[in-house]
């Protein structure tokens, strides 16, 4: 999967587990699953085709390989080189790369990005969680974080959809974020939960440090607004990845 986006939209994955985690710590996780359905993702209405993910891979300039299906681990993805990027996709162009161009471990599927003209972002999508663990591991979790993931992956449902509004910026690969709604299944996130500084922080912060995960990523500006996500910056300039069988 392209770690550009995987990288700026993990708040999106983020919040579909690691609020449920801070549920966790503050002793609401007990009985948690009884309350999740087996809802499909929230249709946002992004429809894309063939040539919105043609248009999204020319824009990039980002020479993509694909490395055999059999390669697993850290050796799954791969970055190298350096290339100047000032580009602005739109939510088709977004939604049909992340369905398009699938790594093995990228732990969100059947994802809609729909990029509002007031600069908000919709994101709704299916988690992963039969693919969490590698992407901890390849993604270079901490053994803590690594632990606490599996402690509680037991209070999730398989594979639930999830759904987050809200708004993002980074400048100089500082993430500035404000979340409206955050759902997982049929569970909402109180809003007393997302406006709490120490949880939007952490979210913030784990953001960054996918960010810095890639190599040459570098994003000056980032920001959303007229439908689209506009970037400013240095991304790598080849990336290799295994795709799903």
């Given at each position: 999967?392209?770690?550009?986006?995987?990288?700026?939209?993990?708040?999106?994955?983020?919040?579909?587990?690691?609020?449920?985690?801070?549920?966790?710590?503050?002793?609401?996780?007990?009985?948690?699953?009884?309350?999740?359905?087996?809802?499909?993702?929230?249709?946002?209405?992004?429809?894309?085709?063939?040539e919105d993910f043609d248009?999204?891979?020319?824009?990039?300039?980002?020479?993509?390989?694909?490395?055999?299906?059999?390669?697993?681990?850290?050796?799954?993805?791969?970055?190298?080189?350096?290339?100047?990027?000032?580009?602005?996709?739109?939510?088709?162009?977004?939604?049909?790369?992340?369905?398009?161009?699938?790594?093995?471990?990228?732990?969100?599927?059947?994802?809609?990005?729909?990029?509002?003209?007031?600069?908000?972002?919709?994101?709704?999508?299916?988690?992963?969680?039969?693919?969490?663990?590698?992407?901890?591991?390849?993604?270079?979790?901490?053994?803590?974080?690594?632990?606490?993931?599996?402690?509680?992956?037991?209070?999730?449902?398989?594979?639930?959809?999830?759904?987050?509004?809200?708004?993002?910026?980074?400048?100089?690969?500082?993430v500035t974020l404000n979340?409206?709604?955050?759902?997982?299944?049929?569970?909402?996130?109180?809003?007393?939960?997302?406006?709490?500084?120490?949880?939007?922080?952490?979210?913030?912060?784990?953001?960054?440090?996918?960010?810095?995960?890639?190599?040459?990523?570098?994003?000056d500006v980032l920001n959303?607004?007229?439908?689209?996500?506009?970037?400013?910056?240095?991304?790598?300039?080849?990336?290799?990845?295994?795709?799903?069988?």
């Open positions: 999967m392209f770690g550009f986006i995987k990288g700026i939209f993990k708040f999106v994955i983020f919040l579909a587990v690691v609020v449920l985690l801070v549920l966790g710590y503050m002793g609401f996780v007990p009985g948690l699953s009884a309350l999740f359905g087996a809802d499909k993702p929230r249709d946002l209405g992004v429809v894309y085709a063939s248009s999204f891979v020319k824009k990039t300039g980002v020479k993509f390989e694909t490395l055999p299906p059999d390669t697993t681990g850290a050796d799954s993805l791969r970055f190298s080189g350096v290339k100047a990027i000032d580009i602005s996709f739109s939510s088709a162009e977004i939604t049909a790369n992340l369905n398009q161009k699938k790594w093995k471990y990228y732990p969100v599927s059947q994802t809609q990005v729909k990029i509002n003209e007031d600069g908000t972002v919709e994101v709704s999508g299916v988690l992963r969680t039969d693919r969490l663990a590698q992407y901890a591991a390849v993604q270079g979790f901490s053994a803590e974080d690594q632990n606490t993931l599996d402690k509680y992956l037991k209070y999730f449902p398989s594979n639930p959809p999830f759904y987050v509004r809200g708004t993002v910026e980074v400048r100089d690969n500082q979340i409206s709604e955050a759902r997982l299944g049929r569970l909402a996130a109180p809003q007393s939960l997302l406006g709490r500084d120490e949880v939007i922080s952490a979210v913030e912060d784990f953001i960054e440090d996918r960010i810095n995960f890639v190599p040459n990523l570098h994003l959303f607004g007229g439908g689209n996500m506009n970037v400013d910056g240095t991304y790598p300039g080849v990336q290799a990845h295994a795709k799903e069988n």
